[in-house]
């Protein structure tokens, strides 16, 4: 099997700064995407950010300059630097990555199980 492990989040006040790390583990043949979403109460999971295998990002226009994705592939992790937070940076941070276990299986999502991210005002 797959497993996601994130850590890092936690409370941080207006302007502060978090940073994310998820840790990918198991039988594992490639890893295309890997990204965070987020979800708040009442809301559905939305994109955060993203980065391809071969190193392009992807961000949501309201974390755009403010968060940063990263990762390393020999350590099979990626990482999300969040500065410049605000109250509505506050949700559940779910990490996500596409993954082909064996060469001739086809890619699948997997999740972390997510970390609690409050911004306080």
């Known amino acids: 099997q797959v497993q996601l492990v994130e850590s890092g989040g936690g409370l941080a006040h207006t302007g502060g700064s978090l940073r994310l790390s998820c840790a990918v583990s198991g039988i594992i043949y490639s890893i295309n995407a890997m990204g965070w979403y987020r979800q708040a109460p009442g809301n559905q999971r939305e994109l955060v950010a993203i980065?391809?295998?071969?190193?392009?990002?992807n961000y949501a226009n309201s974390v755009k300059g403010r968060f940063t994705v990263s990762r390393d592939n020999a350590k099979k992790s990626v990482y999300l630097e969040m500065n410049s937070l605000k109250p509505e940076d506050t949700a559940v941070y779910y990490c996500?990555?596409?993954?082909?276990?064996?060469?001739?299986?086809?890619?699948?999502?997997?999740w972390g199980q997510g970390t609690q991210v409050t911004v306080s005002s």
């Open positions: 996500n990555a596409d993954v082909k276990q064996y060469g001739w299986q086809p890619i699948r999502p997997y």
């Open positions: 980065t391809t295998s071969g190193g392009s990002t």
